[in-house]
């Protein structure tokens, strides 16, 4: 099944912008999701069909999808976006969810 | 508004069996394909099984295979794990989760349980 690499952390300024890679083989031919996790919390769905927003997530938050890379992007960065962020996938060939490695992201 | 809580979790030790249920409540329980997602302690997330609107069509990751059973009782909106042989590494805390279909036919996950921690120890 697929393998969705992501980088351990990132670390942005307030007021910048932080952006999250997700690598893997031909993942822009997949829809590719997002959640935000913050310690001791459940995941937050943030971005859905590459760059959808739920209801209630700020504008703040988008996304990208293209090739072998899935990209979340995070504008005007607040202390409150600090939190663990992981993009997944939905693998037609194997009917397998794949959520990718995870990236820590820290407001410095 | 959208609710489902996990109950069942608790201290097993390895080769045990443990039932975890997740008792949803707000929306059509019935209409909703629904999965269940763990996270070992200081790891990612893990999708483990996904069990379909009348439970026809069940998937379930290769480390849990064989192992572990997901069901459902729509009558009762409630979604079960049967865990059976466990392992060390199947500690964690399981969350089940709502699944989505968007418009790109991505699945995903809109709503989450608080999460129920399973720890299997010796």
């Known amino acids: 099944s697929s393998m969705l690499t992501q980088p351990p952390s990132v670390s942005v300024a307030p007021g910048q912008t932080a952006r999250i890679t997700c690598g893997g083989n031909n993942i822009g031919s997949k829809s590719v999701h997002w959640y935000q996790q913050k310690p001791g919390q459940a995941p937050v769905l943030v971005v859905y069909d590459d760059g959808d927003r739920p209801s209630g997530i700020p504008e703040r938050f988008s996304g990208s999808n293209s090739g072998n890379t899935a990209t979340l992007t995070i504008s005007r960065v607040e202390a409150g976006d600090e939190a663990a962020y992981y993009c997944?996938?939905?693998?037609?060939?194997?009917?397998?969810?794949?959520f990718g490695t995870g990236t820590e992201v820290t407001v410095v | 508004e959208v609710q489902l809580v996990e109950s069942g979790g608790g201290l097993v030790k390895p080769g045990g069996s443990l039932r975890l249920s997740c008792a949803a409540s707000g929306f059509t329980f019935s209409s909703y394909t629904i999965n269940w997602v763990r996270q070992a302690p200081g790891r990612g997330l893990e999708w483990v099984s996904s069990?379909?609107?009348?439970?026809?069509?069940?998937y379930y990751a290769d480390s849990v295979k064989g192992r572990f059973t997901i069901s459902r009782d729509n009558a009762k909106n409630s979604l079960y794990l049967q865990m059976n042989s466990l392992r060390a590494e199947d500690t964690a805390v399981y969350y089940c989760?709502?699944?989505?279909?968007?418009?790109?036919?991505?699945?995903?996950?809109?709503?989450w349980g608080q999460g129920t921690l399973v720890t299997v120890s010796s």
């Open positions: 069990i379909s609107t009348s439970g026809g069509y069940i």
């Open positions: 989760a709502r699944e989505r279909v968007g418009e790109l036919q991505g699945y995903y996950f809109d709503s």
């Open positions: 997944q996938v939905w693998d037609s060939g194997s009917f397998h969810c794949v």
